[in-house]
């Protein structure tokens, strides 16, 4: 079966902090990482992830892939109370038949107090 | 700006009632997908679709089915809602090439009396 694990599952930091938020999978047929951002609504696009070792970076957030490990970090520095949402990790995979599918973890909430 | 979208956005039905969440995009792609999300829970993979004529189920199984006649519309239908079918329902898609990024419709947040 397959699996992608968050942790933290929530989180408060204080403005200004920094944070790392991980991503752990056990997939057959990896294809991908992917980033989002969710606050009420449909979730955000932040970061792709395909090559083991080759930092994405955003402004204040940056992630990176271990393929070896099977894991990924999310770094936020110097937070700001904007960046409160729901983080979500998946992984692209292709299934049995060979057709290509997204599989979710279970999130990380992030709460930025001022 | 992402084309993608959902309808209707709210809908409150009785218990028995059929129901069909509409799903459209405007992008072109092949990968069409529905997810299911409960307050503050994970997104659970309910079906998704390779293309025209092409439905899979995914990782969380569900009472509703979904058809791919037209490559810019994947429909959820549920033919008797139940209590147990309230939740908010995300539709996707995504380009053919490689597995990318995801690009989400508003969502339908559907309740079951």
Redesign the interface.
């Known amino acids: 079966e397959?699996k992608v694990v968050q942790s933290p599952l929530s989180l408060v930091v204080h403005e200004g902090d920094t944070v790392t938020l991980n991503c752990s999978y056990e997939v057959t047929n990896f294809?991908?990482l992917?980033w989002?951002k969710q606050e009420k609504?449909?979730?955000?696009?932040l970061f792709?992830l395909?090559s083991s070792g080759i930092e994405k970076k955003s402004g204040r957030l940056s992630s990176i892939l271990d393929k070896k490990e099977l894991f990924s970090i999310l770094n936020i520095t110097a937070t700001q109370t904007g960046d409160s949402a729901v983080y979500?990790c998946?992984v692209?995979?292709?299934?049995s038949?060979g057709?290509?599918?997204?599989?979710?973890?279970?999130?990380t909430?992030l709460q930025v107090i001022p | 700006e992402a084309d993608i979208y959902q309808t209707p956005r709210y809908l409150v039905i009785g218990t028995g009632k059929k129901i069909t969440l509409e799903c459209s995009q405007t992008m072109g792609h092949d990968?069409m997908?529905w997810?299911q999300q409960d307050p503050?829970?994970?997104?659970?993979?309910i079906h998704?679709s390779?293309g025209v004529n092409?439905t899979?189920k995914?990782?969380l199984s569900s009472e509703s089915t979904v058809s791919r006649i037209r490559t810019e519309h994947f429909p959820l239908t549920l033919e008797s809602a139940r209590p147990s079918h309230t939740s908010q329902y995300?539709c996707?898609s995504?380009e053919y090439a490689?597995?990318?990024?995801?690009?989400?419709?508003?969502?339908s947040r559907l309740t079951v009396l």
Not at chain 1, 41 to 45: L, R, V
Not at chain 2, 40 to 45: A, V
Not at chain 2, 98 to 106: A, K, P, Q, S, T
């Open positions: 397959d294809r991908s992917l989002y609504k449909a979730p955000t696009f792709m395909t979500l998946a692209g995979l292709s299934d038949g057709y290509q599918k997204v599989t979710f973890g279970t999130g909430k | 990968k997908y997810y503050g829970m994970e997104l659970h993979l998704y390779y092409s899979e995914g990782d995300l996707a995504s490689g597995v990318g990024e995801l690009f989400f419709g508003e969502g």
